[in-house]
């Protein structure tokens, strides 16, 4: 079945560690999106990346970073520098270009907690 | 910067009913899409439905329809024949079609909808 994967499904931090949220998709789009999630609020932009080898920051890019090797695959590091990363995690793709219909299909998540 | 603004935190209706969310951004641009997502317990975003600002037509989904009303900037969501399914974190968001700022969404605060018997 076509669709975006996101693995861990739940993810345990400790202090000072690194690590990378897994997100892969079979959709054949270009574009590909990471959002993070706090209670009562909605999604905030993290990074996003149009095509391969290239991303640009979003509205909360500090303490994070991510790579586009591939074009279905985009992962997400969240590094010690970002202090409060117990959030939830989406991943999203779209087509781009005339008659993409602009629409984000998104994943299932990954929920992020520090230990 | 564009802003969107969900001022219902919680809505409730009974089953079979009708009810409707209400959503309202702030924007300079003149071409902008619309949509509404859905995010049931599981988490996942579902699209719900979405509206291009070009077209005075408002968009309808089988049991969902939106009421937009681009002067207004007001994008209310009304969902008929209500059923315990619907029961969800409902998300207005909005992008722009500016390919300068690429196609990402920004997103209100979410409105919780209950779905009673």
């Known amino acids: 079945d076509g669709g975006i994967t996101q693995s861990p499904k739940y993810l345990f931090r400790k202090e000072g560690q690194n690590v990378t949220l897994s997100c892969e998709q079979n959709?054949?789009?270009?574009?590909m999106y990471w959002y993070r999630q706090d209670p009562g609020q909605g999604l905030r932009l993290i990074y996003y990346s149009q095509i391969v080898n290239d991303f640009q920051k979003g509205d909360i890019a500090e303490g994070y970073s991510v790579s586009r090797e591939k074009k279905e695959s985009f992962p997400l590091t969240v590094t010690s520098a970002q202090k409060n990363p117990t959030a939830f995690y989406l991943c999203?793709?779209?087509?781009?270009?005339?008659?993409?219909?602009?629409?984000?299909?998104f994943g299932a998540g990954t929920r992020l907690s520090v230990l | 910067a564009q802003t969107v603004t969900q001022s219902q935190p919680e809505m409730s209706v009974q089953e079979a009913e009708t009810v409707t969310l209400s959503c309202t951004y702030d924007t300079s641009e003149s071409d902008y899409y619309l949509f509404w997502y859905k995010q049931p317990p599981s988490r996942q975003m579902i699209l719900v439905i979405r509206q291009e600002a070009y077209k005075q037509q408002n968009a309808t989904e089988n049991r969902f329809s939106v009421n937009f009303q681009k002067a207004a900037k007001s994008f209310s969501l009304k969902i008929s024949d209500s059923q315990l399914g619907d029961a969800a974190m409902y998300f207005c968001?909005?992008?722009?079609?500016?390919?300068?700022?690429?196609?990402?969404?920004?997103f209100g605060t979410g409105t919780r909808l209950q779905v009673t018997l």
């Open positions: 999203a793709s779209s087509r781009q270009g005339v008659g993409a219909k602009n629409i984000q299909y």
């Open positions: 959709l054949n789009h270009d574009a």
């Open positions: 968001a909005y992008r722009s079609d500016n390919t300068g700022t690429a196609s990402k969404l920004t």
